[in-house]
């Protein structure tokens, strides 16, 4: 009894069959006489014994020791253990093995392929055909129903394609890293998840070339209104900086069989590091006036202000207007860097680790617009702070070359300035 996947099988290694082997000079009777031949071959009979004698040169595997290197399983201790991952589902987030539900792979001797593809045939249930055999369904036994060879050896020998040996065999070709652990070591080998590679492979080329003919054919076109300069309503994506990298040269099939059914080539996603671009404003950790007010853009008005300082009496009306135009163009210079870093402050400001004080919070944190209006205690502050630090920053960027002066009364003729433009300040 065969089911209509089994029946698709057959026919198509049949059709593959007579292809190879009806010449055109052959006669009719010939040909008749291959097809008879043909029939014998692919019947259940005679092919599922042969086919099961050559189940064990292939394994199962989750990760193939052969994407690391195409001669990693096979060795003098024997052949390397088949790695079958049966992970668990689990939503934490991680790309991984299980959370995942992509093809096995196998490897093995690439003349065992088809008896592969048989096994993992997919039944009418969603269950492939090696599941039905492993639980001794129905549908197993009435498919491996001969009268050449018994049903318990048939299903032996298929199974020694997902058997694993109690033994551990590795081998030196595999990237393998050994992990201290208390007095001992865990041998950790880094191993290509093959079904994982090539399901990234297979939604890249949807992305890039369409899903089936219909798509393909939309995308050809809008990449030609792209090149032509011609608008479009539609969209389509692109992924830039694909890297494709070839396993098994021009023998893919002894590297595991998706490789195979791949053409050996697999795509990478660009995993550089992101590009940092760098902050032309940041929001101040601290304190505003020490880290976004930089002394060293505002030298020429601190030296102006030292240019009349120097004079011995600076406090006659024009060196007093001199002197105020110098003050505001400072407030201005706040004021332009008050309002850079508001801008950036939704995106940078973290308040579990700001140590910047509370006045300064409101009156720097740009969605503090209600807090900003409720009093004017914070701005009254920020006068203090602002008119301060233009006192200090003149000694501090002349450092020794700064005249003494009257701190107090220079204080207050500063926060009189200050309190003039202390609503362009809010």
């Given at each position: 009894?065969?089911?209509?996947?089994?029946?698709?099988?057959?026919?198509?290694?049949?059709?593959?069959?007579?292809?190879?082997?009806?010449?055109?000079?052959?006669?009719?009777?010939?040909?008749?006489?291959?097809?008879?031949?043909?029939?014998?071959?692919?019947?259940?009979?005679?092919?599922?014994?042969?086919?099961?004698?050559?189940?064990?040169?292939?394994?199962?595997?989750?990760?193939?020791?052969?994407?690391?290197?195409?001669?990693?399983?096979?060795?003098?201790?024997?052949?390397?253990?088949?790695?079958?991952?049966?992970?668990?589902?689990?939503?934490?987030?991680?790309?991984?093995?299980?959370?995942?539900?992509?093809?096995?792979?196998?490897?093995?001797?690439?003349?065992a392929l088809d008896v592969h593809k048989f096994l993992t045939l997919i039944m009418p249930d969603g269950k492939a055909l090696?599941?039905?055999?492993?639980?001794?369904?129905?549908?197993?036994?009435?498919?491996?129903?001969?009268?050449?060879?018994?049903?318990?050896?048939?299903?032996?020998?298929?199974?020694?394609?997902?058997?694993?040996?109690?033994?551990?065999?590795?081998?030196?070709?595999?990237?393998?890293?050994?992990?201290?652990?208390?007095?001992?070591?865990?041998?950790?080998?880094?191993?290509?998840?093959?079904?994982?590679?090539?399901?990234?492979?297979?939604?890249?080329?949807?992305?890039?070339?369409?899903?089936?003919?219909?798509?393909?054919?939309?995308?050809?076109?809008?990449?030609?209104?792209?090149?032509?300069?011609?608008?479009?309503?539609?969209?389509?994506?692109?992924?830039?900086?694909?890297?494709?990298?070839?396993?098994?040269?021009?023998?893919?099939?002894?590297?595991?069989?998706?490789?195979?059914?791949?053409?050996?080539?697999?795509?990478?996603?660009?995993?550089?590091?992101?590009?940092?671009?760098?902050?032309?404003?940041?929001?101040?950790?601290?304190?505003?006036?020490?880290?976004?007010?930089?002394?060293?853009?505002?030298?020429?008005?601190?030296?102006?202000?030292?240019?009349?300082?120097?004079?011995?009496?600076?406090?006659?009306?024009?060196?007093?207007?001199?002197?105020?135009?110098?003050?505001?163009?400072?407030?201005?210079?706040?004021?332009?860097?008050?309002?850079?870093?508001?801008?950036?402050?939704?995106?940078?400001?973290?308040?579990?680790?700001?140590?910047?004080?509370?006045?300064?919070?409101?009156?720097?944190?740009?969605?503090?617009?209600?807090?900003?209006?409720?009093?004017?205690?914070?701005?009254?502050?920020?006068?203090?702070?602002?008119?301060?630090?233009?006192?200090?920053?003149?000694?501090?960027?002349?450092?020794?070359?700064?005249?003494?002066?009257n701190g107090t009364w220079e204080y207050l003729d500063i926060k009189d300035i200050v309190i003039k433009h202390k609503e362009?300040?809010?």
């Amino acid at each position: 009894m065969t089911n209509e996947t089994v029946s698709k099988f057959f026919d198509e290694r049949k059709e593959a069959w007579l292809k190879k082997n009806i010449k055109a000079s052959l006669s009719e009777e010939e040909i008749l006489i291959k097809h008879e031949e043909c029939n014998d071959i692919f019947s259940l009979e005679i092919w599922l014994p042969n086919a099961s004698r050559r189940a064990g040169q292939i394994s199962m595997a989750t990760h193939p020791c052969t994407f690391s290197h195409p001669s990693a399983r096979k060795n003098k201790n024997d052949y390397v253990t088949s790695v079958i991952a049966d992970t668990e589902q689990r939503e934490d987030g991680l790309l991984r093995s299980g959370n995942m539900e992509v093809s096995s792979d196998a490897l093995g001797n690439a003349a065992a392929l088809d008896v592969h593809k048989f096994l993992t045939l997919i039944m009418p249930d969603g269950k492939a055909l090696i599941e039905h055999i492993k639980r001794d369904s129905k549908l197993a036994q009435s498919l491996l129903k001969i009268k050449s060879k018994h049903y318990e050896a048939l299903k032996e020998e298929f199974l020694k394609m997902i058997d694993s040996s109690e033994e551990f065999v590795t081998s030196s070709k595999i990237k393998q890293v050994y992990f201290p652990v208390e007095e001992d070591y865990h041998q950790l080998s880094i191993l290509t998840n093959s079904g994982i590679l090539y399901y990234l492979k297979k939604r890249v080329n949807a992305i890039r070339f369409g899903k089936d003919d219909e798509d393909k054919e939309k995308l050809k076109c809008l990449r030609a209104f792209r090149k032509d300069n011609v608008f479009s309503d539609n969209e389509f994506s692109e992924i830039y900086n694909l890297t494709t990298i070839g396993y098994g040269g021009t023998k893919p099939q002894n590297i595991s069989v998706l490789n195979s059914q791949n053409g050996g080539q697999a795509h990478l996603l660009n995993s550089m590091p992101p590009e940092l671009k760098r902050r032309e404003t940041n929001f101040p950790r601290k304190n505003f006036f020490s880290e976004s007010m930089k002394l060293w853009h505002l030298k020429d008005i601190f030296q102006a202000l030292h240019n009349i300082f120097k004079v011995p009496n600076y406090s006659n009306e024009a060196m007093r207007s001199a002197r105020k135009y110098h003050y505001e163009q400072l407030i201005e210079k706040v004021i332009e860097q008050m309002w850079a870093v508001r801008l950036v402050s939704s995106e940078q400001y973290y308040e579990k680790t700001s140590l910047l004080k509370s006045y300064q919070k409101v009156w720097l944190y740009m969605d503090d617009i209600e807090k900003r209006e409720e009093d004017d205690i914070w701005l009254d502050k920020i006068v203090e702070d602002l008119s301060a630090w233009i006192l200090q920053s003149y000694t501090k960027s002349l450092g020794s070359l700064a005249i003494e002066i009257n701190g107090t009364w220079e204080y207050l003729d500063i926060k009189d300035i200050v309190i003039k433009h202390k609503e362009a300040l809010r």
